[in-house]
């Protein structure tokens, strides 16, 4: 398939003793099988990366009842434990950049990228106290990723992390800035797959791809990376099992990865969501190779974007 990187993304809202969740991703990580499948890929040139939306590790539910003051206050002025921790708590930002080095100890030995994504909570909801109602949640977002990524380079000092732009935080930050090493991850979450992210007449679109400007201007070119959702068939299903077969728009992928090509992206990803073998039972071979042979001829005629 030609492709340089594989992605793990465990499933955010399962319980920790579901091998799908973060917790059971971490558990599996420490077996010979998947030791031997990572060197694998390696031996391949094939980086391993991981893409986690890590908030319920990084500040764990259990410190509410000690800690309230750490955690985000909700739509209706109470402290709350379901998602994100407020980012004005130095306590709070203290805590998580320390569990971001010990999440960094588990999983730096597999990076060989040394690229990192420990996300904000999936709700896209942030802290309205006083001091945070005052920044943007692309703000608080970016303060968070600044200190995950301190913690991080104390295990891995050549550590870079991402700024996840999607659904909440497509806006640039307005007050924040980011520290050297966070890199831009575009994921138009929003947008409609079956027309093209420059296709102006699509309105839904349009608006993704207007906020690339500010967040060029913010976070530069360097190591950015695109999150798209071309081969995610729980999204085009709406996240209702059965999924059926994943329609694969060749034309569109195609003009996406021209276009963020000519806006500077290094390299091109996209969720596989439900590829897997059910699927290839009900619908056969699903369509890597073509997938993998659109971003090759892309990079070639950019000059060298990744993969």
């Not at 434990?81 to 004005?88: A, G, L, Q």
């Not at 990228?113 to 977002?141: I, M, N, P, V």
């Not at 728009?249 to 000519?262: H, I, N, P, S, T």
Request: with cysteine; charged share 25%.
């Amino acid at each position: 398939m030609g492709l340089t990187a594989l992605g793990l993304h465990p499933v955010s809202e399962a319980p920790g003793e579901d091998p799908r969740s973060m917790e059971g991703m971490l558990q599996g990580m420490k077996t010979d099988d998947f030791r031997r499948a990572a060197e694998m890929l390696f031996k391949r040139g094939i980086d391993l990366e991981f893409e986690l939306h890590a908030m319920r590790f990084l500040m764990p539910p259990e410190n509410f009842r000690e800690h309230p003051q750490w955690f985000r206050v909700n739509e209706h002025g109470s402290r709350s434990c379901d998602f994100n921790c407020c980012v004005s708590c130095w306590e709070a930002l203290d805590f998580v950049q320390e569990r971001a080095r010990l999440l960094a100890e588990q999983i730096a030995p597999f990076s060989t990228s040394h690229r990192y994504s420990f996300w904000t909570s999936d709700s896209g909801k942030f802290c309205h106290c006083e001091k945070c109602r005052e920044l943007s949640l692309s703000d608080q977002a970016l303060i968070l990723y600044n200190r995950i990524l301190r913690g991080i380079r104390e295990e891995d000092p050549q550590a870079s992390h991402s700024f996840l732009a999607y659904q909440n935080t497509m806006r640039a930050p307005e007050k924040v800035r980011p520290d050297g090493g966070i890199f831009l991850e575009f994921a138009p979450f929003d947008r409609d797959s079956s027309f093209a992210i420059g296709d102006k007449n699509c309105r839904r679109n349009a608006e993704q791809a207007d906020t690339l400007g500010p967040l060029f201007e913010m976070f530069g070119t360097k190591g950015s990376q695109v999150l798209e959702y071309w081969l995610d068939i729980s999204r085009f299903y709406q996240w209702k099992r059965p999924f059926g077969e994943l329609p694969f728009y060749q034309g569109v992928l195609r003009r996406d990865a021209e276009f963020y090509a000519a806006r500077g992206f290094e390299s091109i990803t996209s969720f596989g969501c439900g590829l897997n073998a059910a699927y290839s039972r009900e619908y056969g071979e699903y369509p890597m190779l073509e997938y993998g042979r659109i971003l090759r001829e892309c990079a070639r005629q950019s000059a060298g974007s990744a993969i």
